[in-house]
């Protein structure tokens, strides 16, 4: 494993900046003290900041030996916020504030950037700039959209951008990566069926929507098995149904709520289509009215297959061929696909480990992604911030795009 010295020299630092950042989670948006701390860093290693971008987002400029002038320029993505829910670790640097938790590892991200942003601060051996992207509000938010809205791209003149997630359960020392769709599409839809209420024993005298929305939860699943084409990913997950307040009365309504996730916007477009269709026309078949609302939140997360195999062989640089895996794809989703809509670049999975590394007061949990005993590991920050420095100056000496 080829670790940056310097990097390695300072990973005792940047972990206790890391764990700082763990003891004060701040929740979408509301990252003005992480981001105070993000700033401060950067501030104090001579690197230029622009602030308040997405709302608390931070972007510093890394300018190279010929400042900037050859108009190269490489965007790296790291995320801030925590998630609300409490954290079962009592030890030193666990959560200081009640129902709010960095859970998904978002303060290690945030520091593998800040390890990566010093070692490029003294080190300038390289021609164009360095973005680096503090991102706000990943967790729900939609962070990385606001940030673009806000003119990221049009500010800072990147021609691809790179994104990294701790991964739990896979061994140290490796990473994943691949082209195509990684993350999926993150969806919701609530639905609500509009009948008539009645006396429970008297149910002729109503409409009653409950037997509708139990057949629309078995027919929106045809819609995976009979419209969809069978090597297309897809789900859908009716995971609320809410109806009626005593047992002897017919409700008036019912509501049905749930997710859908895919991994291409094609088979997206299929699925909102069929289950508004399935959901008008069933309800009408029943005498019943239906109000069907779908908000796309996320769109699937998709890397460019350029970037994903020179991202691919950076890391086989620093970690060997056989540590670099295939990068499965997971249902989860990720705001980073934002990005990636608007530029080539590669989402990677870095491993977290067991959850050996846990220090004394961990949670009897898993270390798992949004598991109340979740920890980072630190022993990441030198190796993420290696791939960073690498990938970054590699990727200015022969860049995979040229506008």
């Known amino acids: ?62 300018h190279g030996r010929d400042g900037g002038a050859c108009g190269r320029g490489v965007g790296l993505r790291a995320d801030m916020d925590a998630l609300p829910m409490q954290e079962f670790n009592t030890f030193a640097h666990a959560s200081q504030h009640k129902g709010k938790m960095h859970a998904c590892g978002h303060d290690g991200h945030t520091a593998m950037l800040l390890a990566a942003a010093k070692h490029l ?110 090597v297309d990913a897809g789900v859908i997950s009716v995971t ?61 997360t998709i890397n460019s297959a350029t970037e994903a195999d020179f991202a691919r062989k950076v890391m086989e640089g620093i970690v060997g061929k056989d540590n670099v895996m295939v990068q499965e794809p997971t249902m989860g989703a990720e705001d980073f696909s934002f990005m990636l809509q608007a530029k080539p670049g590669a989402y990677c999975f870095i491993a977290n480990g067991d959850g050996s590394h846990r220090e004394m007061g961990h949670g009897a949990g898993p270390c798992m992604l949004h598991n109340p005993s979740y920890d980072f590991n630190d022993d990441l920050i030198p190796l993420g911030g290696t791939y960073w420095v690498e990938l970054a100056t590699q990727w200015l000496a022969n860049p995979t795009q040229t506008k």
């Open 240 to 300: 609320m149904i809410h109806a009626g307040e005593a047992t002897n009365v017919v409700p008036d309504f019912c509501v049905i709520q749930g997710t859908v996730r895919t991994f291409t916007i094609e088979v997206l477009d299929l699925i909102e289509n069929r289950m508004k269709q399935i959901t008008e026309n069933l309800c009408a078949a029943f005498d019943t009215k239906a109000e069907f609302h779908f908000n796309r939140n996320y769109p699937p």
């Open 121 to 230: 601060s003294n080190n300038r051996n390289f021609d164009g700039t360095v973005y680096l992207i503090f991102q706000p509000a990943e967790e729900g938010g939609g962070g990385a959209r606001e940030m673009i809205k806000d003119g990221m791209f049009d500010k800072f003149p990147m021609q691809a951008v790179f994104g990294m997630h701790n991964w739990p359960g896979a061994q140290v020392g490796t990473f994943a990566v691949s082209p195509g769709p990684v993350m999926a599409s993150s969806n919701e839809f609530k639905i609500i069926i509009r009948g008539k209420g009645s006396h429970a024993a008297l149910p002729h005298n109503g409409i009653d929507p409950v037997p509708v929305a139990c057949q629309l939860v078995q027919a929106f699943q045809t819609i995976i098995t009979r419209n969809k084409k069978p």
């Open 1 to 62: 494993m080829k670790i940056i010295d310097s990097i390695l020299t300072d990973a005792a630092s940047i972990a206790a900046i890391r764990k700082d950042i763990h003891a004060h989670p701040e929740l979408c948006f509301q990252e003005v003290r992480t981001a105070d701390v993000v700033a401060k860093q950067l501030t104090d290693w001579g690197i230029p900041i622009l602030r308040g971008m997405g709302t608390t987002g931070v972007v510093g400029v890394v």
